[in-house]
Every structure is written in structure tokens, then in C-alpha cells.
């Protein structure tokens, strides 16, 4: 995904922070286009430029604005020891071509979709690059939606909203929170999770149900990218029935 | 030398070697290896499949086995058989006129093994037939748990299990948490001289440390020998399976990454 790494490099910049009892000019911040009169198809086309696939107007629109705040945020030197929001890394520009001190400090990479997933474990090859990351002049990574959220299954950067009330963060963050009320459902129930632990396929209809019941809503689509990311193989209760004969076939013809 | 293996769930790439039929390939899914290569060859009424019947001679290079279901190895087959259908796959391009189906069908297979959900399964990756061999390209590294295997593999039928082994000396304690454990639950190491027992889930909480937000361990250091073990393994050793429980986790395998400068 280096277009994005290279697209990043151009217009990102950072506003200083006003040093008390100076006055002058801040460096400012590129502005944002106006994604709300653009067409359609060059909506297409920035979102494109990102990673993302053509989306309902609206939510294009949203999505690219959403980009825009991220990647052009305001970096002061007291923000450095905050932890990312969601895990995000935090954009940070080059350094203001004014006479200000440059504040910017050196900014640890999370993990980078660009580089080969250790799938989130903390063994030498994390560390490595995480290493790596922290020289002062590495520009940002930020990796792409789909890849950064593979590494953390709850980690959702971004949502299709069917709802026009909510902005696409919100209802990220709604996702998020029911995906960690599935896991947490999970480690609450030692059947369940000791089924999942031996490898053994879930009914997906059965886990529905229950998750229903307990009053977690996830429509089926999110389910199942959550499994994916989980690695829960699932399977439905018609499959399980038929192999379920099938043995008993093979072991009554093996009898005989 | 054959490793032999109990509950063997594999996929597998045959390989056409009549000059006739340009390098076809196919893929699919067996429990054995043995017997289904046979079948292959022999013809559609002999148990072979249909598009593979009179079409041969066949043979089977490649098997990814260590798929711990049925329905676990039928997905990826599935998917490497239908790639540009898998959602899971939507970034992998369709093969180009310099590839050959052999390649083709192993760039697409170094990607499934890098994307959930089976880059967190205790897969091994398996070259039946040195002359095929081929390695991963740089950018499409398997995951570090994954290996890289050479020679034959045999289905091997399960021991039926002894039953005076269960009713142990007494209740097991766990040693993560002290209470007592019941044979359901029951984890132990495979390896010869140790005696570590745990609640499953206990072990498995403890092999998820720094990876809060997943449910699955892959691999783990156990308590007891504090040797690093594939999940995976632990729980064939817990079903009664004794072959292919060898160590072959992140840490002792020989990776490209081990070059890297810092």
C-alpha cells in the first residue's frame, strides 16, 4: 500500500503550538477540500487513492472528511504521551519551516499493515520494527483500513452506516464495543469457549441466537467477519447432521 | 521417511505431468494422502474425481495439512480453489501470462496462509515432491509458526484411548491456578519429561498474554518445561494424536526476518 504511504508525504503539516506570550503567524493547516460539492465520481477517485471502495455518496463524503481530520491533527508536545485513540498511530508532519523549535518528537509505528503481520504477537519480530519506527525522520505509516483491523480483531477503523444520525466514528465505536461484548459474552460461558479452544465448528444459528438473547446486536455480516478474525470455523446444523450420518453410515458398512 | 499423522485434515495441489495437458493443477481436500492419489490416478470409478479422471498421470506435490476440522480444511480449499470469489482474497490478482498454473496456484496459496482465518491455525505447509518445490516470495512470508516441510506424509488411525489413563493418580491440579482439574479440561505437555497440568482455559489465557483481544492462542511458552508450544499441538495431544507434535513454533524456526538489521 505505498500510494498511501506516498500520498501522505505531501500535504501533511502540522499547526505549532503557541508558545506563551508570542504572537505570530501559525503555520497553517492545508485546508479541507470541499468533499461536500464535489461529483460523485471524483469522490471515487480520492477514496481510491486511500484504499477504499466506492461508496453511497453520503458516506463518501464522510469517509474522506473523516481522513482529512485524521491525517491532518494537530501535534502539540504535551500530546505525545497519550495512547492513540483506537490504537491508531498518531499523523505527526515534517517540521514547521518557521523559526519555531520543531516540538515533534519521535512517534512509535503500531503495527503496519506494509510489513508481514506477526499476527499481534509480541515476539522478536515486533520488536524489531517497532525499533525501527521510532527514528525521528521515518515519516507515518498509517496503514489501510482493512489490514490494520486484521491484526486486532476488535480494532474497527471504519463502518458502512445504515443510519443518517450517526457519523461513521460513532457507529465504529458502536461496532467495537459489540464486538468486545461477543468476545467477552464468549469467555463468560466455558462450554462455548471450550469449543472454540478445541477447534471445534460453532452452529452459526445457535450463536445468533444466544448472542440475541443476551441482547448484543450484530447483523450476520459483522458475525462472521468477527469469527474470520477470531478464527472460529463455523458451520451450520444441517452440515452437522448430515456428516453426523454419514459416520454412522460408514461405520455400519465398515461392520460388515 | 514418512511422518505419519492421526487425524489428518489436508488440501492438497496435484500436479499433471502428461505433456499433453500443459502442467494442469488441481486442487483438494483428503484425510489420505495415500489412498486419494491412488484414487485420482485410477479414474472416476475407482473413487477419483471427475475432472481429474483420464487425465492424468497425477501427482500430489503439495498438501497443507494441520487443519483441525474437516470443515476448516474444506474452506481453504474452497477458497484456493475460488480465490477471486473469496472475500478473504479480493487482493490477490488473477494469474498473468507469464505464470504458470503452478505458480499461480502458489501465490495464491502464500496468501491464504497470511489472512485469517487461517493464519491462526496450526497449519504446515508441505512439499510432497522436491522436483516442485518452490519457496515464498519475500513479500508473502507465512506466518512464523507455519513451516516449511519436505517428504511424504501418512494418515495414521487413532489409538483408542486408554481409559485407565484418564482415571489418573487422584485430581490433577492446575498449575496456573491451583484447583482441581477434570479430564475434559485437562492440558498437558507432550513433551517426554515434563508434567505440567492446566484447566485449558487457564492455559489459554496464559498463552494470550499481550493479545487481549483475541480468543485463540497460537502459540505459547508452557508453564512447566517453558518450552515454546503451537497451541495447536497441545490440543492433538490432548485428543490422543502423537505424530507431527514437534516443535515448530516461531521461535525455532530459521526466518528471513532473522537477517533484518536493525
Same mark, same amino acid.
Given at each position: 500500500? @505505498? ?23 501559525l ?8 468533499? =461536500? ?8 477517485n ?9 461508496l ?21 508536545? +504535551? =500530546? ?11 499523523a ?7 523559526s ?35 527514528d525521528?525522520?521515518t ?12 491484526s ?8 458502512? !452506516? ?10 465504529? !465505536?458502536?461496532?467495537?464495543?459489540? @464486538? ?37 446486536r ?32 460408514n ?6 | ?9 489436508g ?22 494422502? +495415500? ?33 483441525? !476440522? ?5 474452506r ?26 503452478l ?12 489472512? *485469517?482465518p487461517?493464519?491462526?491455525?496450526p ?5 510432497l ?22 517428504? =511424504? ?23 496456573? #491456578? ?17 508434567? *505440567?497440568? !492446566? ?15 483475541h ?9 512447566? #518445561? ?7 499441538? @497441545? ?8 505424530g ?6 516461531? =521461535?525455532?524456526?530459521n ?8
Amino acid at each position: 500500500h @505505498l500510494f498511501l504511504f506516498r500520498y501522505l508525504l505531501t500535504p501533511l503539516s502540522t499547526v505549532a503550538p503557541r508558545r506563551k506570550g508570542q504572537q505570530g503567524p501559525l503555520v497553517p493547516i492545508t485546508p479541507m477540500p470541499s468533499y =461536500s460539492d464535489m461529483d460523485t465520481p471524483d469522490l471515487k477517485n480520492k477514496l481510491n487513492r486511500f484504499g477504499v471502495r466506492p461508496l453511497p455518496k453520503r458516506q463518501m463524503i464522510l469517509k474522506l472528511k473523516e481522513i482529512h481530520q485524521y491525517t491532518h491533527q494537530v501535534v502539540s508536545s +504535551e =500530546s505525545e504521551d497519550e495512547a492513540p485513540s483506537l490504537g491508531r498511530p498518531r499523523a505527526v508532519g515534517p517540521p514547521p519551516t518557521t523559526s519555531m523549535e520543531p516540538t515533534r518528537k519521535p512517534v512509535s509505528c503500531a503495527q503496519t499493515g506494509g510489513f508481514k503481520e506477526p499476527s499481534g504477537r509480541a515476539n522478536t519480530l515486533t520488536a524489531k520494527f517497532k525499533v525501527k519506527c521510532t527514528d525521528i525522520d521515518t515519516p507515518p505509516f498509517i496503514s489501510p483500513p482493512n489490514l490494520f483491523s486484521r491484526s486486532n480483531p476488535e480494532q474497527c477503523l471504519s463502518d458502512d !452506516s445504515d443510519n443518517d444520525d450517526i457519523t461513521a466514528s460513532q457507529s465504529a !465505536s458502536k461496532l467495537q464495543d459489540n @464486538l468486545v461484548a461477543v468476545r467477552r459474552f464468549i469467555q463468560s460461558d466455558p462450554d462455548l469457549y471450550g469449543q472454540i479452544l478445541h477447534y471445534q465448528p460453532l452452529v452459526l444459528s445457535d450463536l445468533q441466537a444466544r448472542l440475541k438473547a443476551a441482547g448484543i446486536r450484530l447483523g450476520a455480516a459483522k458475525l462472521l467477519d468477527y469469527l474470520d478474525s477470531q478464527c472460529i470455523t463455523f458451520t451450520t446444523a444441517k452440515y452437522l447432521l448430515k456428516r453426523k450420518h454419514k459416520q454412522k453410515k460408514n461405520q455400519i458398512l465398515f461392520m460388515n | 521417511m514418512v511422518l505419519e499423522v492421526e487425524s489428518l485434515f489436508g488440501v492438497y495441489m496435484l500436479y499433471c505431468t502428461n505433456p499433453k495437458f500443459k502442467g494442469r493443477i488441481y486442487i483438494g481436500f483428503t484425510v489420505n494422502p +495415500e489412498r486419494r492419489i491412488g484414487q485420482h490416478n485410477a479414474g472416476r470409478h475407482r473413487g477419483g474425481a471427475k475432472r481429474t479422471s483420464g487425465r492424468g498421470p497425477w501427482e500430489m506435490v503439495l498438501i497443507i495439512h494441520g487443519f483441525p !476440522s474437516d470443515i476448516a480444511a474444506l474452506r481453504f480449499e474452497w477458497a484456493w480453489q475460488n480465490p477471486h470469489s473469496s472475500r478473504r482474497l479480493s487482493h490477490v490478482t488473477r494469474r498473468s501470462k507469464k505464470e504458470s498454473s503452478l505458480q499461480f496456484h502458489w501465490r495464491v496459496v502464500s496468501n491464504m496462509l497470511r489472512v *485469517m482465518p487461517w493464519s491462526r491455525l496450526p497449519l504446515t505447509t508441505r512439499w510432497l515432491k522436491q522436483e516442485y518445490r518452490m519457496d515464498f516470495e519475500p513479500g508473502l512470508q507465512p506466518p512464523l509458526h507455519v513451516p516449511l516441510a519436505f517428504g =511424504s506424509i501418512r494418515a495414521r488411525k487413532q489409538k483408542p484411548k486408554d481409559v485407565e489413563e484418564e482415571q489418573e493418580k487422584g485430581a490433577a491440579i492446575c498449575l496456573l #491456578c491451583q484447583g482441581t482439574v477434570k479430564s475434559a479440561d485437562k492440558m498437558t505437555c507432550f513433551h517426554p519429561l515434563c508434567h *505440567m497440568t !492446566s484447566h485449558l482455559i487457564c492455559l489459554a489465557k496464559h498463552f494470550l498474554t499481550g493479545e487481549a483481544a483475541h480468543l485463540l492462542p497460537v502459540e505459547g511458552e508452557c508453564p512447566g #518445561c517453558h518450552r515454546s508450544v503451537l497451541w495447536g499441538s @497441545l490440543i492433538r495431544h490432548k485428543k490422543g494424536c502423537y505424530g507431527d507434535l514437534e516443535e515448530n513454533t516461531s =521461535s525455532s524456526q530459521n526466518h528471513w526476518t532473522d537477517e533484518l538489521q536493525i
